[in-house]
C-alpha cells in the first residue's frame, strides 16, 4: 500500500483506534440544525456541530461547503482537525434502518432494543453490545442467534439461559462456561451434549428444578462470583478458535492466516493485529471494527465493503481512499469529512482528475517531511475524550495519565446525562438508576430479581469476563508444551493446549 512502517506497537496503534470510537457514552443535546432535542454520543459542551441522523443524512446541508485548500505551510492534522471541528457530526451513528431504537448506537435492523451498541439485526434487546440476530435478551455481551438470555457473553444459538459464558447450542441452563449442547444443566465447564448436570455431575429432574427455584431468589451477580471462584479447579483452552488456519488470537472463526486478532468472526483471511472484524474480509492490518468484504486495509476503524483505503474512520462503500473520517461512496478522495458518493476530493474540496493526480503526491511528500504520513489520526484530535471512549476500555488510564499524553478527559460533574425518573441506588458506585418497564417484564418473566446495580457497573462487570487483546508465551499447565495465550502468566487459571484441553472435557 506504499506506506511507511509504523512508528508505535500494535498495542499504541490499536488504542488510538479506539480513542475515536464512543460507542456507549449517551447525552441528552440539542441538535445543530434544527435545535430540537436528540440523544447523542456527544455531550453539549462539545464544540463540533452535530446533526440528528435524518438530517445529516439529507440533502438539506452539503458538506461541500465547508472545503478548503491545503496549506502546505501547516501540519496535515492540524488542518484535519479544523475541518472536523467545522463539518457537522452524526449524533448516534445509525444508518435508518432502526425501528423504535432511540438511544442505540451503531447499529443495524433492530427493533424494540433500548441501550445497545454496536449490534445488528436484534429485537427486543436490553444492556446488549455486540450482538446479532438475536432476541429478547438482556445485559448480554457477543451473543448470536440468541433468544432470552439473561447476563450472558459470547454465546452462540442459546434459548432460556442466565449466566452463561462461550456457550452453544445450550438450553435452559444457568451458569455455565464453555458447554455445548447441553441441556437443563447448571454450574458447569467444559461440558459436552449433556442434559441435567449440576457443578459437572449428573443430577435429576427435581434437583435441577429445586437449585434453578433457589438460585433465582439469590442476588445472581453474587452467585457468579462464586461459580468463577469454583470453576478455577477446570482448565481452560489457551486459544478460542474454530474452523481456523495458521491463525493466532482469541475468539476467531473461520479464518486462514491471521495473527494477533480478536474476534474475528464469519471469516477473514491474511490479516493482522484486527479488533472485532472479519465478515469475509481479506489483507487486513491494524484494522478495528472493520470488515465486511474488506479488501486491502490498513489502519482502519469502523469501516465496511471498501477497498484500498488506510487511515480513515467510519468509511463505507469506499476505495482509494486515505485520511477520512464518516464517508461513504468515496473513491480517490484524502482528508474529507462527512461527503459520499464524490471523488478526487481533497479536505472536501473538488478536484478534477488531473489536479488530484498533481496535488496528492505534494500532500504525501509533505506529510512525510512532517512525520505524520503513514500515522493514523492522533488521539489530540478525537472528538471524545479518552473516558468517554473504547480506548478506556481496553487501554485503561487515569485521568492525570491522560492528560499527560495529551488526551481529553471528561469529569462526570461537568456534564449531565440526558436519563430521568431514576429509582434504584447502585450497591456499587451508589449511582441512581433506572428500571424500565421493559426490564421489569423480562426479570418477571424469566423469574429472576431485578439487578442492584446500574448500568454502568454490570457492563464492567461483563467486560472482566472479556480477555484482553494481548497475547502471552507460556507453557501448557499438563504436559508443558510452548503455547500462545490470552492469559496472562500470573493469572490463576489452568491454561491447556488444545489437545490436552479436548482431553478433559467431559463428553
Known amino acids: 500500500m506504499k506506506v511507511p512502517e509504523p512508528k508505535s506497537c500494535p498495542d499504541c496503534r490499536s488504542q488510538r483506534r479506539w480513542g475515536f470510537r464512543n460507542q456507549d457514552t449517551l447525552y ?195 452467585e457468579e462470583k462464586k461459580f468463577n471462584k469454583w470453576k478455577l479447579q477446570f482448565p481452560n483452552v489457551h486459544l478460542e478458535m474454530q474452523n481456523c488456519e495458521d491463525c493466532t488470537g482469541e475468539y476467531i472463526n473461520n479464518a486462514k492466516n ?77 482528508g474529507c469529512s462527512g461527503i459520499s458518493h464524490k471523488q478526487y476530493c481533497i479536505l472536501n474540496k473538488q478536484y478534477t482528475k488531473e489536479e488530484y493526480e498533481e496535488l496528492l503526491p505534494r500532500i504525501i511528500a509533505h506529510m512525510t517531511e512532517t512525520g505524520e504520513y503513514g500515522e493514523f489520526f492522533p488521539l489530540s484530535i478525537s472528538p471524545f475524550a479518552y473516558n468517554e471512549t473504547q480506548a478506556q476500555y481496553y487501554f485503561k488510564l487515569n485521568k492525570e495519565e491522560a492528560l499527560e499524553k495529551g488526551f481529553k478527559w471528561i469529569d462526570e460533574h461537568q456534564v449531565q446525562k440526558g436519563f430521568t425518573g431514576d429509582s434504584c441506588s447502585c450497591i456499587d458506585c451508589n449511582k441512581a438508576f433506572r428500571i424500565t418497564s421493559q426490564e421489569k417484564r423480562f426479570h418477571e418473566k424469566i423469574g429472576v430479581k431485578p439487578p442492584t446495580q446500574c448500568i454502568d457497573c454490570r457492563r464492567k462487570r461483563r467486560a472482566k469476563l472479556v480477555k484482553l487483546q494481548t497475547i502471552y508465551d507460556r507453557t501448557c499447565d499438563k504436559c508443558n508444551k510452548e503455547i500462545k495465550t490470552s492469559f496472562a502468566p500470573d493469572r490463576p487459571e489452568i491454561v491447556y493446549c488444545k489437545p490436552c484441553y479436548q482431553e478433559s472435557l467431559i463428553n
Open 258 to 334: 491471521c495473527h494477533f486478532c480478536y474476534n474475528m468472526v464469519l471469516g477473514a483471511e491474511d490479516c493482522k493485529y484486527c479488533q472485532i472484524a472479519g465478515w469475509q474480509g481479506k489483507d487486513m492490518w491494524d484494522c478495528t471494527t472493520t470488515g465486511k468484504e474488506c479488501e486491502l486495509m490498513y489502519e482502519m476503524h469502523a469501516t465496511l465493503t471498501s477497498q484500498n483505503c488506510a487511515f480513515c474512520s467510519f468509511c463505507r462503500f469506499c476505495s482509494d481512499t486515505y485520511y477520512c473520517d464518516c464517508i461513504s461512496n468515496l473513491k480517490n478522495c484524502f
Open 28 to 222: 441528552k443535546r440539542k441538535c445543530d440544525f434544527s435545535g430540537d432535542t436528540m440523544i447523542s454520543l456527544y455531550s453539549q459542551d462539545k464544540p463540533y456541530k452535530v446533526y440528528k441522523e435524518e438530517i445529516w443524512w439529507s440533502d438539506k446541508w452539503d458538506p461541500m461547503d465547508y472545503g478548503r485548500d491545503y496549506d502546505f505551510n501547516r501540519p496535515f492534522f492540524e488542518q484535519f482537525n479544523e475541518l472536523l471541528l467545522d463539518v457537522p457530526r452524526r449524533g448516534m451513528h445509525q444508518d435508518g434502518t432502526n425501528e423504535n431504537c432511540e438511544y442505540i448506537t451503531f447499529g443495524v435492523g433492530n427493533k424494540n432494543c433500548y441501550m445497545m451498541f454496536a449490534s445488528f439485526y436484534c429485537e427486543d434487546i436490553l444492556y446488549g453490545t455486540w450482538c446479532g440476530m438475536s432476541k429478547d435478551c438482556v445485559d448480554c455481551r457477543s451473543c448470536m442467534n440468541c433468544e432470552i438470555m439473561y447476563e450472558s457473553y459470547s454465546c452462540t444459538k442459546c434459548y432460556n439461559c442466565i449466566h452463561c459464558y462461550t456457550c452453544e447450542n445450550c438450553q435452559d441452563c444457568l451458569f455455565m462456561d464453555d458447554c455445548r449442547n447441553c441441556k437443563k444443566c447448571i454450574g458447569c465447564k467444559g461440558l459436552r451434549n449433556k442434559e441435567l448436570y449440576i457443578y459437572n455431575k449428573k443430577a435429576t429432574k427435581e434437583e435441577y428444578e429445586e437449585l434453578k427455584s433457589q438460585l433465582l431468589k439469590r442476588d445472581l451477580a453474587e
